[in-house]
């Protein structure tokens, strides 16, 4: 009974590059959320996805960040040309309607 | 809107004293509360959860918290540290009737730090 899963779990990327952060959700569950802890802070909810939709993309920047849940595989936060500031830890969570499980992140370091 | 405060960045504790650590919560409807731990380098583990019914909840590792209404707190208390306990634990809300649509809005999180 596999918890949610994130990879890779650590990232070294220059600025520039792309980066691309994957989540699979616990089996059963259709409703996937992506957070960012920076440094020193807690948690900043990015976006909420259910299958092949999302469904609430307040908390992501408008530039550079897309994410999609397709119908077939895992979440992807995917992040265009990274620049410093976006160095932090992304933590997916999957649910039914209701609790959130946590996957154990990624953390991104951008040189 | 919501907003979670979480009083005190970092709180020390003995050994086998008691552990309190604070939250209050804001929101204009009534929520569903959580207490998350997280070790280092790890993701969040769920401690807890307030939903309905019962206001004084009881989590994993001797942990419980009790919702007060009328004081918009969400404390989090287990009766004797243990040095497995140290680690950030962070409080967060979501909106009753949000069906899950909304993300959990996060306080900044609280360092325990147990002392032999």
């Known amino acids: 009974n596999a918890g949610v899963m994130q990879n890779p779990r650590h990232l070294v990327r220059r600025r520039g590059q792309e980066a691309r952060l994957r989540c699979s959700p616990m089996k059963g569950h259709s409703h996937v959320y992506w957070y960012r802890q920076l440094p020193e802070e807690g948690l900043k909810f990015m976006v909420y996805?259910?299958?092949?939709?999302?469904?609430?993309e307040s908390g992501m920047p408008k530039e550079r960040f897309s994410a999609e849940f397709p119908k077939e595989g895992p979440s992807i936060l995917r992040i265009q040309q990274v620049v410093r500031g976006d160095s932090a830890a992304y933590f997916c969570?999957?649910?039914?309607?209701?609790?959130?499980?946590f996957g154990p992140g990624t953390r991104l370091l951008v040189l | 809107a919501q907003s979670v405060t979480q009083l005190g960045s970092h709180v020390s504790v003995s050994e086998g004293a008691l552990v309190l650590l604070r939250c209050n919560y804001s929101?204009?409807?009534?929520?569903?509360l959580f207490w998350y731990v997280q070790y280092p380098n790890q993701g969040l583990q769920l401690l807890l959860k307030y939903t309905t019914g019962a206001t004084l909840v009881k989590g994993i590792n001797g942990f419980e918290a009790e919702f007060k209404k009328s004081e918009t707190s969400f404390h989090l208390t287990k009766p004797s540290a243990h040095m497995s306990d140290a680690a950030e634990y962070f409080c967060?809300?979501?909106?009753?009737?949000?069906?899950?649509?909304?993300?959990?809005?996060f306080g900044k999180g609280t360092h325990l730090i147990i002392q032999p």
């Open positions: 929101s204009s409807v009534p929520p569903y």
């Open positions: 969570a999957s649910s039914p309607p209701g609790t959130q499980y």
């Open positions: 967060a809300v979501i909106s009753r009737g949000g069906g899950g649509a909304d993300g959990l809005t």
């Open positions: 996805l259910q299958k092949e939709n999302i469904i609430d």
